[in-house]
């Protein structure tokens, strides 16, 4: 019970955060497509992840699909951090300086 008191602690203000940081980052012309992109994915994600869920539950122990979800989850992030920041150099890189011209 510990445990899904300290998920719901964790996730309850996610939503709000991760909103807040789209609105941050996103240019003001291209916010309605972001978002718009995101609610796609997440309504499209859900049921995909139900029915994965319930195939492997098919054919494993519920135990062991939750050890998997947990450990693919803390394979995905560092990835997507390693992924992310590989990308954001890459595009700092390629940005054409301005020289000025005299």
């Known amino acids: ?10 996730y309850g203000p996610y939503s709000a955060l991760s909103l ?4 941050h980052h996103a240019r003001a012309e291209s916010l309605t497509t972001v978002l ?3 609610s796609a994915v997440l309504l499209t994600a859900s049921p ?11 054919r494993a122990s519920a135990p062991a699909v939750l050890i998997g979800c947990g450990a693919l989850m ?4 560092p990835t ?5 920041k590989l990308a954001a150099g890459h595009r700092r890189n ?3 300086s301005h020289a000025p011209t005299g």
């Not at 807040?20 to 609105?23: F, H, V, Y």
């Not at 995909?48 to 098919?58: E, I």
């Not at 997507?80 to 992310?84: F, K, M, N, R, S």
């Open 20 to 23: 807040t940081l789209i609105q």
């Open 36 to 38: 718009a992109a995101r």
């Open 48 to 58: 995909l992840g139900a029915g994965l869920g319930g195939f492997l539950l098919d």
């Open 80 to 84: 997507g951090t390693v992924v992310l």
């Open 1 to 10: 019970m510990t445990g899904f008191a300290f998920a719901g602690l964790v």
């Open 94 to 96: 390629r940005r054409p």
């Open 74 to 77: 803390i394979v995905i992030v």
